[in-house]
Nanobody
């Protein structure tokens, strides 16, 4: 079993920045991918970014150039640096861990409980 704990959400003004962190505990054997997803009220959960930490990375088009995902494979942590935030980025953000095969094939096996990000003036 893998437990994922997120931190770093909050309220930020448009144009501001936030940094989300996720720490994994338990056995990550076979789980080469970690990622971030978000879900706004009334919408489906969507992938924001995912990475193996060894060069393979995937970003949603809506966040390219603004968000950066990074992973520490020794500590089993993943962070999401979010810059130039927009009101449309408001959502619950969830960390995941799973099997990353290609940028279009990432199976999520575990989820964190989520952290809220609100972008508003």
């Amino acid at each position: 079993q893998v437990q994922l704990v997120e931190s770093g959400g909050g309220l930020v003004q448009p144009g501001g920045s936030l940094r989300l962190s996720c720490a994994a505990s338990g056995s990550m054997l076979g789980k080469n991918g970690m990622g971030w997803h978000r879900q706004a009220p009334g919408k489906e959960r969507e992938l924001v970014a995912a990475t193996t930490g060894r060069g393979a990375t995937k970003y949603a088009d809506s966040v390219k150039g603004r968000f950066t995902i990074s992973r520490d494979n020794v500590k089993n942590t993943v962070t999401l640096q979010m810059n130039s935030l927009k009101p449309g980025d408001t959502a619950g953000y969830y960390c995941s861990a799973g099997r990353y095969y290609t940028e279009n094939l990432y199976y999520r096996d575990y989820w964190g409980q989520g952290t809220q990000v609100t972008v508003s003036s």
